[in-house]
């Protein structure tokens, strides 16, 4: 990702150690989003619009794995950058192109989801599969905004000359990068978020204030019926039922099942409430987990450049890894949290 790898030494025990793992995470990397894709085309109940946006992160992620990480693997076990100025030209932009495409499909994917949750009648309507479309081509034209463009400029306009044997970011461009490719992506994620779960809980507090009138309701009817060998007519909301009186412990039970059924959907709400917050904390705890050492490195190497040499390599590859990892990460977020996608790489992977 920048100078710091050519100090890379050939074949030290932490290269024998660390390759079989990065060629690990290259490969669960590729297939694991190749399955995401293939089961939102071919498995039926996947096969909505707003996957595409999925689709959308795993062309980036996999894109990644394929023309980034192999050669940043090679690049260590080499050590001195191997390949000429075009070659890293090509490195470095896709590098930061494809993990910053991959960031703000996520935060694409939050926007959409509190959109079919704050209002999910209207966007039922309006969530079509060109919206979806323009949604991921915007996540793509943001990426290269931020990222190539940049790099474009200050090579067109030589204030940044590429070195021949060597391979690095332009100085200062790891400030710009790690503003838009880390701060305001989790700032967009975290309000989102925050967002989402606000009406989460304003819609179990809607439904928890429902049960309590039906509760109130029922109990009121139990009453009544305590008192007199007949039951009313249930009022407005169960005018299913027969204008007959029915016997009343016939009707006192009705109602406990009654009671008992807006019990039971109050804690199935509940834990869905809980397993939502859950995933949504899963999302933003592991980009930051992936993404905050990275960049934290990074400004600290321009700020100081004195302990660029003081700091281990293996710390270095450890931390640029991390941040690769999280293209690794998207699948299992993303897809082992949904039931659907079980059952679909159940039935393509043929397990039981």
């Known amino acids: 990702m920048n100078e710091t790898i ?31 894709i293939y089961a939102i085309f071919t498995y039926p109940t996947l096969k909505s619009c707003q996957n595409l946006l999925l689709v959308s992160l795993a062309i980036a992620d996999i894109t990644n794995a394929i023309f980034v990480m192999p050669l940043n693997v090679y690049w260590n076990v080499n050590g001195p950058w191997p390949f000429n100025s075009a070659t890293c030209i090509f490195h470095l932009t896709s590098d930061s192109f494809l993990c910053t495409t991959s960031i703000i499909n996520l935060v694409a994917i939050a926007i959409d989801r509190y959109w079919a949750i704050y209002d999910p009648i209207n966007y039922t309507y309006k969530r079509t599969t060109k919206l979806i479309i323009i949604m991921s081509v915007t996540a793509w034209t943001v990426g290269f905004v931020i990222t190539v463009f940049p790099l474009i400029t200050l090579t067109f306009l030589k204030v940044f000359q590429w070195p021949e044997n060597a391979c690095f970011y332009p100085r200062g461009y790891i400030l710009y990068v790690t503003v838009g490719q880390f701060i305001l992506p989790l700032i967009v994620m975290s309000i989102v978020y925050y967002l989402i ?36 007519m249930v009022e407005e909301d169960s005018s299913h039922l027969s204008n007959q009186a029915e016997p009343t412990k016939h009707s006192t039970d009705q109602q406990n099942q009654q009671v008992g059924f807006v019990k ?22 592991v980009f ?45 977020i993303y897809t082992i949290f949904n039931r659907e996608f079980r059952k679909a790489f159940k039935k393509i992977l043929r397990i039981k």
């Open 264 to 285: 039971e959907r109050e804690k199935i709400s509940i834990a869905k409430e809980r397993r939502a917050v859950r995933v949504l904390g899963v999302v933003v705890g």
């Open 197 to 232: 779960y606000k009406a989460i809980r304003k819609q179990l507090n809607s439904r928890k204030q429902k049960a309590g009138n039906v509760f109130v309701m029922a109990s009121h009817e139990k009453s009544s019926t305590s008192q007199d060998t007949s039951v009313e």
């Open 6 to 36: 050519a100090a890379a030494s050939v074949w030290t025990s932490w290269v024998i150690v660390s390759f079989p793992i990065v060629v690990f995470i290259i490969l669960f990397t590729v297939i694991s989003n190749i399955l995401v």
């Open 288 to 332: 930051v987990a992936c993404w905050a050492p990275y960049f934290i490195m990074d400004d600290l190497f321009f700020f100081v450049p004195s302990i660029v040499d003081k700091t281990p390599l293996v710390i270095i590859n450890f931390i640029y890894w991390l941040g690769y990892f999280n293209s690794a990460c998207n699948p299992i």
